[in-house]
Every structure is written in C-alpha cells, then in structure tokens.
C-alpha cells in the first residue's frame, strides 16, 4: 500500500495551479495537476492513488499520465512487493524538458536541408528564408546547450551547498516574477 491517505497539507493550491498553469499551454488540465501531484508526493504513486487523490476517472489518469511520460515529465517505477504500476515525477524534469524542445528541432532541419539541395538557384527569396530557418535551429541548439550546461552546474551547486532535499529552499524568484510580469 502506498500509504497515501490525502493530498500532503498545504499542497491542493499547487496541484491545482499547475493544473491552471500547463492548460494556458493547451495541455490538459488533469495532466498538470497530475504533474503537481508527483511533485508534491515524496514517494512514487500508484494509478488508482493518483486517481482518488484528484477525484478523476482512471481513464483519465491513463490518457494524461502516457502524456506525462511521453513528455519525460514522470516514470513508472517498480515498488517491490506490489504488482500496480506506480508513478513519480523524473530526476530534472526541467532540463529533460528544454532538451527534449531542442531535439524537436531536427525534423525541421531535415527538411529544410532537404529543400535547400532541391530549389533552383534562381528562388533566392524562398531560399533565404529556408537558410534563416536553419540558422535559427542551429542557434537554438547551440543556446539550449549552454542554458543546458549552466542549469547543471546550478543544480550541482544547490545540492552542494544545501543537500537535495532541504526542506526550505532559497531560489531566487524568475525575473518575471521580479519585474511584476506574472
């Protein structure tokens, strides 16, 4: 048994603005508050659990936690001596996500490396604007691999100086946030 009774205290207004959050993205409601649940939850969930703990249908949290797992954003795990699947949030679901984003890129060049070595010479517009769109790929993948290299080197250094599971936290707020943005 998972020993999960209710959602942890003080943590339904955060399952349901991640809810809130992921919907302005298009994405399911019930996919972010799923995403919020695993984050919240210190042990892995199994699917019936994350079922009754948001009051939705197991088809719901069948379609939204593929959903998540396709996005990289939870994992089924093995708890021994139980046969149900459980679920728990990924290790740095964050830089899986911004990684996963740059590699969506490369369709988009194999298709615009494609037209390139087909169009005439004479179409230097539809040329030029095929060439900016590999630029741009290029860029963001090259930017992606820094934003990639800097978040791991700040991750390394938070659980250096704090340990992994500090119970208060000290991140400084997104600049968003700073600049009355949110």
Excluded at 14 to 38: H, K, T
Excluded at 89 to 116: F, I, K, N, S, Y
Aim: with cysteine.
């Amino acid at each position: 048994m998972s020993g999960h009774k209710q959602l942890p205290e003080g943590s339904v207004e955060f399952v349901e603005g991640m809810g809130l959050y992921f919907a302005q993205f298009d994405l399911p409601r019930i996919f972010g508050r799923i995403v919020g649940l695993l984050m919240v939850s210190e042990q892995p969930i199994p699917h019936d659990e994350i079922a009754r703990l948001l009051s939705i249908s197991r088809g719901s949290v069948s379609t939204n936690i593929r959903l998540a797992l396709s996005l990289s954003m939870a994992e089924r795990v093995a708890v021994p001596g139980d046969r149900r699947d459980f679920y728990r949030q990924t290790g740095d679901t964050w830089g899986r996500g911004l990684a996963a984003e740059a590699g969506h890129l490369a369709p988009l060049v194999r298709m615009g490396q494609h037209a390139l070595k087909t169009l005439p010479d004479d179409h230097p517009t539809a040329r030029a604007r095929i060439e900016e769109m590999l630029d741009f790929c290029a860029f963001f993948e090259e930017e992606c691999s820094g934003l990639l290299a800097r978040w791991e080197a700040r991750r390394e250094a938070r659980r250096a100086t704090r340990g992994p599971s500090s119970a208060q936290p000290s991140y400084p707020p997104p600049a968003s946030v700073m600049n009355g943005d949110a």
